[in-house]
């Protein structure tokens, strides 16, 4: 059954003036207009499509992919605002509509915002809303630590950071912890770093622990050999020379120093690296 708001798979039941038809199930037939319907398509075919509601309250499919889909968050700019709210390019012909009473704060023509994707009850039509809190799961998370996740930026605060994690909860990047430029609505991997007692989630970029060091310290190793057998960079260099230079963390960075130090691989003096002769 065809379910609105999400890329369905829907089978092509006949062609017809206008587009071709879909077996919605419940919803009924579904038109996929000429427009976007593949010239090769047949009776029987099986389509990935999403599914919507057009102005006129008809359900229609497209083969376009939206920025989001229903239960979903992304960075969507504003592309007119009018007396019921703004309407936002989300990546298909009809803008998506986040109402006055959904919107944190006035929302501004041309700039973008992160929003949530959901059906409103009342209508049944796909709605936005930057009111993030309000969709985002508040029961305790069952993240594992080192678990790897898929993160949206948000707001940066005094402490880090905020982004959401695989569409369900807040967590945490400490401005410790970063080592590389980060932007609002950037979408990108992370890792499970602590589940605190209080509920709040730390997060990082790169995989926690001895796990990362052993594949680093072979990195780390490699470059030494690279460089002739010394490099210019100690335990003591800014963490903004080592993540530029390596892409990791100071932390990451004298946890792999540390295990070639312990396998008498390298010497550390006060000028750099060393390969042991």
Same mark, same amino acid.
């Given at each position: 059954?065809?379910?609105?708001?999400?890329?369905?798979?829907?089978?092509?039941?006949?062609?017809?003036?206008?587009?071709?038809?879909?077996?919605?199930?419940?919803?009924?037939?579904?038109?996929?207009?000429?427009?976007?319907? /593949?010239?090769?398509?047949?009776?029987? @075919?099986?389509?990935? !499509?999403?599914?919507?509601? @057009? $102005?006129?309250?008809?359900?229609v499919a497209t083969t376009q992919r939206p920025l989001a889909q229903v239960g979903e968050f992304a960075l969507m700019k504003v592309a +007119?605002?009018?007396?019921?709210?703004?309407?936002? @390019?989300? =990546?298909?012909?009809?803008?998506?509509?986040? /109402?006055?009473?959904? *919107? +944190?704060?006035?929302?501004?023509?041309?700039?973008?915002?992160?929003?949530?994707?959901?059906?409103?009850?009342?209508?049944?039509? &796909?709605? =936005? +809303?930057?009111?993030?809190?309000?969709?985002?799961?508040?029961?305790?998370? +069952?993240?594992? /630590?080192?678990?790897?996740?898929? &993160?949206?930026?948000?707001?940066?605060?005094?402490?880090?950071?905020?982004?959401?994690?695989?569409?369900?909860?807040?967590?945490?990047?400490?401005?410790?912890?970063?080592?590389?430029?980060?932007?609002? =609505? *950037?979408?990108?991997?992370?890792?499970?770093?602590?589940?605190?007692?209080?509920?709040?989630?730390?997060?990082?970029?790169?995989?926690?622990?001895?796990?990362?060091?052993?594949?680093?310290?072979?990195?780390?190793?490699?470059?030494?050999?690279?460089?002739?057998? $010394?490099?210019?960079?100690?335990?003591? $260099?800014?963490?903004?020379?080592?993540?530029?230079?390596? =892409? !990791? $963390?100071?932390?990451?960075?004298?946890?792999?120093?540390?295990?070639?130090?312990?396998?008498?691989?390298?010497?550390?003096?006060?000028?750099?690296?060393?390969?042991?002769?």
């Amino acid at each position: 059954m065809a379910q609105l708001g999400v890329l369905n798979t829907l089978t092509v039941l006949r062609k017809g003036n206008y587009g071709v038809i879909l077996d919605g199930g419940e919803l009924g037939d579904v038109l996929l207009p000429l427009r976007e319907a /593949p010239e090769s398509c047949a009776v029987g @075919d099986a389509l990935e !499509v999403f599914v919507y509601m @057009d $102005s006129d309250d008809t359900v229609v499919a497209t083969t376009q992919r939206p920025l989001a889909q229903v239960g979903e968050f992304a960075l969507m700019k504003v592309a +007119s605002a009018t007396r019921f709210g703004a309407f936002l @390019d989300w =990546g298909l012909r009809k803008n998506l509509l986040v /109402p006055f009473a959904e *919107q +944190s704060g006035n929302m501004a023509v041309g700039r973008a915002y992160v929003v949530h994707v959901y059906r409103d009850k009342r209508t049944g039509r &796909l709605v =936005g +809303s930057t009111r993030l809190d309000k969709f985002l799961d508040r029961t305790p998370a +069952s993240y594992t /630590p080192r678990q790897a996740v898929d &993160l949206l930026v948000c707001e940066h605060t005094d402490i880090g950071y905020k982004a959401i994690i695989n569409n369900r909860h807040w967590g945490v990047l400490h401005d410790a912890d970063v080592f590389q430029p980060l932007r609002y =609505g *950037q979408r990108l991997a992370g890792y499970i770093k602590k589940l605190r007692e209080d509920g709040k989630i730390d997060l990082v970029l790169q995989p926690p622990g001895y796990a990362k060091v052993e594949g680093i310290a072979g990195e780390l190793l490699e470059k030494i050999k690279a460089a002739g057998g $010394s490099i210019n960079v100690t335990d003591k $260099s800014p963490p903004e020379v080592i993540y530029a230079r390596f =892409g !990791v $963390s100071k932390k990451v960075f004298k946890q792999a120093i540390s295990a070639l130090y312990r396998e008498r691989l390298i010497t550390i003096g006060a000028d750099g690296l060393r390969l042991v002769r």
